[in-house]
T-cell receptor
């Protein structure tokens, strides 16, 4: 596609349930990022994939959060046993080649009831 | 990661220039200065970046201090559509891990 695609755009879940958020980066982009943005706050870095290198997981807030990137393309962010404080917009971005620009998706609004 | 400091908010009048400051006193020699902006209910979008020299593109200009401890994003003629949160970010090597701060919320008055 022309841009970074995220699905679903909205997700409502109950506390304690697991959720999976999907990111389709721009074709050919080797770097992929996940960020979280709580209401009225700035972007919080979660995880960064670069090619075949080990991902930088330094921003994941707890072991309930994990992410994988299959085949160097699509990425899935998984949150296990969701808590109300996990409610936020989850943003994915990708970057390609030698370009310094990050291209962001529109995000997934996660609401944990 | 080197930190940046920006004012929480700024106001501008439509069609006037806007200068958005950013302090980064702990910047290292290999850090690039990036600016992104986030319009309401959207993901951030790239604005401009630079290393040492001033940079211009169709969206904005980036003025970098000679000691690189500060920079200024310049919008030459603000429009209502420029109302957004502007983030100044440092990153080592090209791209890498971008850590966003709180940014500056720019309001543009008609």
């Amino acid at each position: 596609g022309a841009g970074v695609s995220q699905s679903p755009s909205n997700k409502v879940t109950e506390k304690g349930k697991d959720v999976e958020l999907r990111c389709d980066p721009i074709s050919g982009h080797t770097a992929l990022y996940w960020y979280r943005q709580s209401l009225g706050q700035g972007l919080e870095f979660l995880i960064y994939f670069q090619g075949n290198s080990a991902p930088d997981k330094s921003g994941l807030p707890s072991d309930r959060f994990s992410a994988e990137r299959t085949g160097g393309s699509v990425s899935t962010l998984t949150i296990q046993r969701t808590q109300q404080e996990d409610s936020a917009v989850y943003l994915c971005a990708s970057r390609g080649g030698t370009s310094e620009k990050l291209f962001f998706g529109s995000g997934t609004q996660l609401s944990v009831l | 990661d080197a930190k940046t400091t920006q004012p929480n908010s700024m106001e501008s009048n439509e069609e006037e220039p806007v200068h958005l400051p950013c302090n980064h006193s702990t910047i290292s020699g290999t850090d690039y200065i990036h600016w992104y902006r986030q319009l309401p209910s959207q993901g951030p979008e790239y604005v401009i970046h630079g290393l040492t020299s001033n940079v211009n593109n169709r969206m904005a200009s980036l003025a970098i201090a000679e000691d690189r401890k500060s920079s200024t994003l310049i919008l030459h003629r603000a429009t209502l559509r420029d109302a957004a949160v502007y983030y100044c970010i440092l990153t080592d090597n090209q791209g890498g891990k971008l850590i966003f701060g709180q940014g500056t919320e720019l309001s543009v008055k008609p």
